[in-house]
């Protein structure tokens, strides 16, 4: 059997070793091994290449950036953000018909700008939303299907881990790709919004609304939220100005949450250590996944599959555009049972040099920028995709009442919503460089 040949059987090997529940991290580990072994003939090349890539992969200063943005989600959660962002939402448009739902969707969006996972979002903001959206009359299916669809702006809009792997991956500024991902991020929540519009009254009995209040209190809860706009002001504002490196503007973030959190009282000794070890089993939990990916990875370098592919396709003379919807296509199915992270670690390294060899009438930089957001946004669709998008059933164990079916059929128009948004970016990329364009 050829190098390429083992290359090209270890990616269904791969997804069988998923399938059967081995863990994504230990599945590319063990493929990455055994592929090496078979090529080189040795263990000693092996057993050099886990030294190597040990020292590699964790002394990368840009991977610092993760576990500082996954611990200011912690303190954010321990501030309280996530319930003034609710209830500010809520003031202003939760009157309106499906209007608590849109509260939750702009709140998700505004602790997404704070936080940077998509998991996190939909599980912190389903702790403070789903109990309001089923004392107002909304239908489970809606109210589910509302939280598992806003849980994707915590990736979505930046700063977003996701973003800063893809970087690492494609050799990409981090700052920049976090310009490119703020309009799609804006987008992705008035589309939802829309969706609730449409679907509320399409089905008048599946939402209720909430007393209309007063312009005093609807500025008083807007006027709760000024710690989230800080802390977006100073992390985001900061890297866009170039005040701070985006691993300095991380720090910085964790910071400012952790002090909010202890005047709020939310942080004590005991919530500060809970804290910690969450942060820290969160980000050793990714960087498993990303050191097997890291391991996977050489081996298919060695195999020469992402060079040859490139060639293959280039040499076909496939339509660049053909090429690109087939591979988006693939990240939907792929998200239905595998999450964001690791689809990113283990397509990009074969996918980009592909996508790269065509001419897509883009430079090099702005192309691997809006491919950067392209992939990022249909990874995420994955994740409430059914019927096994891992956003839903996240929400569903909160939610344990509602038939896994109803939030199915509840999260559908949002899909919809990210297909036609989708094709816009696609149809137009000065959607998602406009702003890298004008800062830049």
């Known amino acids: ?32 091994l055994a592929g090496t072994w078979l090529i080189m003939g040795s263990t000693a090349p092996i057993l050099a290449r886990l030294k190597f890539e040990t020292y590699s992969t964790f002394s990368s200063y840009s991977l610092s950036i993760i576990p500082l943005f996954l611990l200011m989600g912690q303190f954010a959660t321990l501030g309280g953000m996530s ?5 500010a939402a809520n003031a202003w448009l939760g009157h309106r018909r499906g209007g ?38 909304y239908s489970g299916a809606l109210a589910t299907g509302t939280l598992a669809a806003g849980g994707t702006l915590g990736v979505l809009i930046p700063p977003s881990v996701v973003l800063v792997i893809y970087a690492i991956l494609a050799e990409q500024n981090i700052a920049k790709l976090f310009v490119a991902a703020f309009i799609p991020g804006v987008l992705a929540a008035i589309g939802y919004m829309i969706a609730i519009s449409i679907y509320v009254r399409l089905f008048p009995d599946s939402a209720g609304s909430s007393p209309k209040q007063p312009y005093s209190e609807r500025f008083k809860a807007l006027a709760d939220v000024w710690p989230v706009l800080l802390v977006f002001i100073a992390v985001v ?23 909010i959190a202890l005047i709020n009282g939310g942080l004590t000794r005991e919530t500060l250590v809970a804290s910690i070890l969450t942060t820290a089993s969160a980000t050793a939990l990714i960087f498993f996944i990303v050191f097997g990916a890291a391991i996977y990875n050489s081996f298919l370098a060695l195999s020469q599959l992402p060079v040859e592919a490139a060639a293959f396709i280039t040499e076909q003379g496939f339509n660049p555009w053909v090429v690109l919807v087939c591979i988006l296509l693939f990240y939907l199915v792929l998200g239905c049972f595998m999450d964001s992270l690791s689809m990113i670690l283990l397509t990009v390294p074969i996918f980009f040099p592909i996508v790269s060899a065509l001419d897509f009438g883009l430079g090099a ?13 249909v990874v995420e669709v994955g994740l409430i995709t059914p019927p096994v998008g891992m956003n839903l059933f996240v929400i569903n164990s909160m939610a344990k009442d509602i038939p896994v079916l109803h939030t199915y059929r509840g999260v559908m128009p949002f899909v919809i919503s990210d297909v036609v948004r989708t094709a816009l970016l696609v149809l137009f990329p000065v959607i998602s460089l406009l702003m890298v364009r004008l800062l830049y």
């Open 237 to 259: 504002g900061g890297i866009y100005t170039g005040w701070f490196t985006p691993t300095e503007a991380a720090a910085v973030g964790a910071a400012g949450t952790g002090l």
């Open 365 to 377: 930089e702005e192309f691997a920028l809006w491919f950067g957001i392209l992939v990022l946004i």
């Open 1 to 32: 059997m050829s190098n390429l040949e083992l290359g090209i059987y270890s990616f269904p090997l791969l997804l069988l070793l998923i399938f059967l529940r081995v863990p994504i991290g230990l599945a590319m580990l063990s493929c990455g």
């Open 83 to 87: 319930q003034s962002l609710f209830k």
């Open 100 to 137: 608590v739902a849109m509260s939750a969707i702009g709140a998700c969006a505004g602790f997404g700008a704070i936080c940077g996972s998509s998991l996190a979002t939909a599980a912190t903001m389903a702790q403070v939303a789903l109990p309001e959206l089923r004392r107002y009359g």
